[in-house]
DNA sequence: GATGAATGAGTCTTCATTCAT
DNA sequence: GATGAATGAAGACTCATTCAT
């Protein structure tokens, strides 16, 4: 078999195996079972386990990095909602195309090592940088209201990753509606317009009586 | 009580190790050394390595779900958004508390075994439920807009976790503005509410020409 | 079993396997069987493999060196050659009571990593060091011929070391008788002294007519 | 003739392997990749790897015996002594000139495996055979001294094989000089002769006061 | 003849758990 | 209760050799 068929056919097994069971409950036997291959034919293709493991997650934060496109403004350009559409659509999209990727991702990347903890880390700083940087010019431009940017930032990344993080283990929702209600709740929040209106819009605390709603985490 | 004590002190080490180094590089050798027992003694506290660190996520799991009260309404309670603010204070101030058990659960405590997964799977869909029939009722009552509530819920549980692993790592944050933070973006989003309205409030999708700003993700 | 006797005993058993089959043809799971303890018990004493081989290895050499005691010269000190004649039957006395560390030492510690190579050639560098000393210092005393006494202290090592190597492989031999053969070797050669003298006793190059004799190496 | 060509090649990159790092941690691998051929190639060649370094200690134990004659005496031969040197300048010279096989030789072929064992075994066994014969004959011409001819002839194979070993390590050094000197031992000794005639030539026992020399062993 | 992908036996090492004292 | 020596299953990795192309 040719060497690069044969490293994503290896892969290919890896990659489930750890989706499933993660990094520590999945051993060489179980790769090269599933692979049908020798012991020392996994060698041929991967350095060790930790290696193959690093370059299924970088295959997920490389695949995911080049379908978050930083925002273009300008004539000629697409509605700038339409491009986070087309970011979370296309995020949404690759948990449907790569379940175990993004399960590797999301479960069972996490307290591994230096290196890798820093390298998904940095992943999801620089997307931070990017909403946040978003936030700030929108604010310039007066679309956006005043805040302090980088809390509101993580707030909207760990909602998609927790969406992201939902649809992998329900596949059946519809990603168009799901990044419509996402951005719904990132531009709008959930109160009733209205009695924000009614309460004073530019209040900075909106605990006023009739605003009595949002997340009633109890 | 001494037996009390002394299980306390061997929980408080491996509690710190676990948050440290995560559960598979942490050794019974590791907790014992710190704890200054011997090998068998920890055996007589714990059935093994897997229950110890059961035992701190439970902690962790249980402290959190006496923060995260009910809201409840009716004359004599509380406004509801402070109930809200009251709830995220609580959480974020254990976060600050216990730094080491947020960072278990957040960080080591994924893709573990069925049973522990399960654990935690089952906690954060409680949580879920609790936002979502808020969400829900909040609709009834007319104060919140309509939404597919379950993916909002989802999206707010996303943004305080996401939050909570902030905080975790950088401890000098004010809990109280970061609520508040947290609050206004779950309650109105970011979008300056006047774009919103001029570009009709009751459409649901509001890609408009003029609101094109939003988490600029890219 | 007290710590320092388990010790001794896995040492004890893996001498003899090393002696016997050498580092790399003794497995752990020979030492282990041989000194009838477990795989785990084997590492509750030695680092891995190569560190009791270390280990042994350094036994060998402190042993020898202890035995190797510099020359004293002064009133009330014994006779130098005796001196010598004891250096002597110390080692060899050594090789039968350690055969199996002067295996090791000999036949089976070259060529091992860079760390150990240089332990064993820094300790023949040592001997070779001072047997040349005492060839210097004897030549300025009158006592010792003219020579280059860096290749004559090898020789003398050499001479030795193969003696070593033999006794280790024949035990029966006297060591006495051995250590005057050897001593009288290097004090005398193998020429008969009349014959010499009759060559002229300045001579630096001794290739005359009638001594024909010497190292019939062929 | 391209088979042999071939061969010599895979030969000499193994051999320089072999004697830089020894038997074990040359790998096939690291051969081919400095021969230069495919992993199958080197098969053809030879059977295994333990095969192509016996060939390379056969072939330093030839060119060693070639090297190392017997002394032939009779009219028209020449000076015996001459010949010794000749034998040991030959031997010297091959040091020089094969460096790489000394190195194998003395320093990566012991506690191999009985047969290549036995094959070293049985060179220096017969060249202490060749000696102890030299040394026999000579005592019963009068020209050697009494001694007990085996053990010394192991001494001198010993300073010959140490002095080998130091040409093999530090090359600058003269290879007529050392022969000389090593002849100089051998037939003399260290001692100054005069010391020695003066101590009662043929007293065994050479520890009288004023011999006081000799390898000063500490 | 040449190639190099594939093989799998062999080895070391780790570490949670047990149990006699 | 406390100890810590002993256990052995489990798992990662190496590397000489084979064989289909």
Redesign the interface.
Known sequence: MERQARRAQVLRHAKRLFAR????RTNIADIIAQARIARGTFYLYFQNKRDIFAELLEQALGELRSR????K?GPGEP???????S??KR?LTFVLAERELTDILL??S???DRDLDARIHDFYER?TD??Q???D??IE?????E??TR?????????????V??LSRDQR?DVG??A??????????????????AAG?GA???????????????
């Open positions: 069971k993660g990094y520590h978050i496109r930083r925002l403004i509605d700038p909602v339409e491009q986070l559409r970011n979370l995020v479960n069972h996490t307290g591994f997307v990017q909403i940087r978003s936030l010019l929108g431009m007066n679309l956006v209201r805040c302090d809390p509101v930032a993580y707030c909207i990344l760990g909602g998609v990753k927790e969406i993080g939902q929702r509606a799901l419509e209600e996402v951005l719904d709740f990132g531009l709008r929040g959930v109160a009733r317009p209205e009695l924000l209106e819009l900075a605390t909106p605990a006023q009586d009739q605003i009595f709603y949002g997340p009633k985490i109890d």
